[in-house]
């Protein structure tokens, strides 16, 4: 008999035994998976809470977030830091308990409210700290299960002392703001002014020197006549009068005093008119707004900047002979200044410089258009010439707010001021609205 083990009744075929061993390992190797997958979620789970620990930590508002039942089942730090409660003390209290009786009924209201209407509802209240009540702006937004059921509410909260310190901040700043921007306006028109005195001085000469000689005239013209009459009161016969009124040719100083006369008359005229468009253009325009004739504004701005032109400039004035608008015609005169400027300075190198000054209307607007054959506005600078300070002329000759102001004047008139695209060198157009001008 041979030492062969026969398979004895009762025991399991090898197959079996295959099936039940390869059953184990693949339970096992789900067994390490599932493991594996755990610790994977647990990973997640502990970044998430250390997010969330890190996010209640550092929110410097106040952070409350309320169950259900109206108990606290998170606060950040600063609600800690302000009530001087642990954050395990916090979490076992009712959220109205942390804010000040008279507050309650309040919130406990408001609390209502935002979960029926589904939006955030925002009240003031007292949180309790050591110190007393301190006023909170509270806002208050239900939240809601996977299934659109109330789950509680989050409270969040920013001290009412430190909104009004920022709304004051905020004012203080904007004030700030104005009065920089007033001074701009003001320096701008002091450098517009003085680009122009050099201009003004001259103008202002050339009429009072003709005035002072005029009258220098008329004194050598009253004492020939003078003379004569003093002979006529002496007696003198007729024909003594006759010689001496031949000899003081006084036939000719008649008429001469008559010259010497309207002449010092144009002379003063000339200074009236130039001291009356200094002050049309250095009245600030803060006044009513009244109805004028742009042109009439547009020659008088384009002869003051002239005046003080480097160089001979052919300027042509085309379209309208007269164009009415409502608004301050001493701002739209230093609008104009610039413009007419701006095109002189753009001109400078040319060979035959031309400037072209349109007025026209188009549907409600009324248009002025200046024209140069400059070399134009560099592309990619179209938008940069309207902020304030940019300017590519040399310190002193330019501050870059010329056309700032201009557009924030157009603005102000219900207008606008633009760069035109296209054509031989620079277009900036301003328009005004029509209908103001027929008002
Ligand atoms: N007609 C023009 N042709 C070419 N470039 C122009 C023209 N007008 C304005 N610019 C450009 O726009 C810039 C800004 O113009 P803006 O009138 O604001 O300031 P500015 O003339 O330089 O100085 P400011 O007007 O304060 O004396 C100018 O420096 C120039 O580079
Ligand atoms: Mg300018």
Not at 105 to 134: D, F, K, N, Q
Not at 150 to 174: C, D, M, N, P, W
Request: glycine fraction near 8%; include cysteine; charged fraction near 30%.
């Amino acid at each position: 008999m041979g030492n062969e083990t026969q398979p004895r009744e009762g025991d399991l075929p090898d197959s079996v035994w295959m099936d039940v061993l390869s059953a184990v390992d693949r339970t096992y190797a789900d067994l390490v998976d599932y493991q594996e997958r755990l610790e994977r979620q647990n990973d997640e789970l502990e970044r998430l809470r250390s997010f969330h620990a890190s996010v209640l930590a550092s929110v410097s508002d106040i952070l409350i977030v309320v169950s259900r039942a109206g108990e606290v089942e998170e606060a950040s730090a600063s609600v800690s830091l302000r009530t001087r409660l642990a954050r395990s003390q916090l979490c076992a209290r009712r959220a109205e308990d942390l804010f000040a009786e008279a507050d309650r009924e309040r919130l406990r209201t408001a609390m209502r409210c935002a979960t029926e209407l589904r939006a955030p509802v925002t009240i003031e209240a007292g949180l309790l700290t050591p110190e007393g009540p301190s006023a909170v702006e509270l806002s208050l937004s239900a939240r809601f299960d996977e299934r659109g059921r109330a789950a509680g509410l989050v409270l969040t909260g920013r001290s009412v002392a430190e909104i009004r310190q920022a709304y004051a901040e905020l004012e203080r700043s904007h004030d700030e703001l104005k009065a920089a921007q007033a001074l701009l306006v003001r320096n701008e028109k002091l450098a517009s002014l003085g680009r122009l005195l050099a201009g003004v001085a001259h103008e202002l000469n050339n009429p009072i020197s003709f005035v002072y000689a005029n009258a220098h005239a008329l004194e050598r013209y009253a004492g020939k006549f003078e003379s004569y009459f003093h002979e006529v009161q002496a007696g003198a016969t007729r024909e003594d009068l006759m010689r001496l009124r031949e000899d003081l040719k006084l036939d000719r100083e008649v008429r001469n005093l008559r010259e010497a006369v309207r002449g010092a008359r144009e002379g003063a005229e000339r200074v009236r008119d130039i001291v009356e468009d200094l002050r049309r253009l250095s009245s600030d325009g803060s006044g009513e707004a009244e109805r004028f004739d742009l042109v009439a504004v547009t020659q008088v701005a384009t002869a003051w900047v002239l005046r003080g032109a480097r160089r001979e400039v052919e300027v042509e004035m085309t379209g309208l002979p007269s164009l009415e608008v409502t608004g301050r015609p001493g701002h739209l005169q230093q609008v104009v200044m610039n413009l007419v400027q701006n095109a002189l300075d753009a001109v400078e190198e040319v060979v035959a410089p031309k400037v072209v000054i349109d007025h026209a209307t188009e549907c409600d607007l009324a248009v002025l258009s200046v024209r140069d054959n400059g070399a134009g506005v560099p592309e990619g600078l179209e938008q940069a010439i309207f902020d304030p300070f940019f300017t590519t002329k040399p310190v002193g000759r330019g501050t870059g707010l010329g056309l700032p102001i201009s557009h924030k004047i157009a603005e102000e008139h219900g207008g606008r001021l633009m760069l035109c695209e296209g054509g031989l060198g620079a277009c900036f157009r301003l328009e005004l609205p029509l209908d103001r001008v027929q008002a």
